[in-house]
């Protein structure tokens, strides 16, 4: 995440040369066109700085461990043309929609101000839109649970896509309702979209942050972590 933020606000950097780098993935070695001016700079300070780094280690539980992604390394991201804020896009906007308690309009708050901070962006709060009349086919009832469950392309597709400010880097939504992608998942915690740059968050599986300082400060990190891990999505990462 770090080297997100740099390369997409380091305004002053030395022009060397463009080359090809070869990189190692999990798999193989590949040869990769480092087509950025910025990138090819930044990749010294991505070396410099790796040996204080572990490699991410794949747990018991972890998404990597059922879904087999291939993965992206720093030179595929900035060679492959990501979407990035520009001098028109440049404000993240969050859409609150569906009932939410103060303590997580509180929350809400302190994610904004956090995003803002992580991404060195605007970030601009909305107010809070009620859910409304869902249709049929973008709901269900969970079929291990019981609850009522959104999917998420209601969000992603219907929603989003027509409130999404001309000047928006990126329009994210948080909601109080569970979500699910499509009939093989249980739930989701959220989804982005890579090219429309959108993406939807439920707080529903966080926790009850009225009920002591340590519930509350878990469920606002679990908020930040899911905001800026899926925000990433929307940048292409």
């Not at 991201?77 to 440049?90: C, F, G, I, N, V």
Request: a neutral charge; aromatic letters at 12%; hydrophobic letters at 40%.
């Amino acid at each position: 995440m770090f080297l997100f933020f740099v390369i997409v606000f380091l305004c002053a950097c030395s022009r060397n040369n463009l080359q090809n780098t070869k990189v190692s993935t999990e798999n193989s070695q590949t040869e990769i066109k480092i087509i950025d001016e910025r990138a090819a700079n930044l990749i010294k300070y991505k070396e410099a700085i790796a040996p204080f780094f572990d490699r991410m280690q794949i747990r018991e539980g972890d998404w990597l461990e059922t879904f087999k992604e291939k993965g992206q390394v720093f030179e595929e991201y900035t060679s492959q043309a990501p979407t990035l804020p520009t001098k028109e896009r440049k404000i993240i906007y969050i859409q609150p929609i569906g009932e939410f308690t103060k303590t997580q309009r509180d929350i809400l708050q302190l994610t904004a101000e956090y995003m803002q901070a992580f991404y060195k962006l605007p970030v601009k709060l909305n107010d809070i839109n009620p859910l409304g009349k869902v249709p049929k086919d973008f709901e269900r009832k969970n079929p291990y649970e019981g609850q009522r469950q959104i999917k998420t392309g209601y969000f992603l597709d219907k929603i989003l896509p027509e409130i999404l400010p001309k000047d928006a880097a990126a329009l994210i939504c948080f909601t109080d309702v569970d979500l699910f992608p499509d009939e093989n998942f249980n739930y989701v915690f959220g989804q982005a979209n890579l090219e429309r740059r959108v993406g939807v968050y439920s707080l529903r599986r966080f926790g009850k942050p009225d009920k002591s300082d340590k519930d509350f400060d878990l469920f606002l990190a679990r908020t930040l972590k899911i905001g800026m891990h899926e925000t990433g999505h929307m940048f292409s990462m």
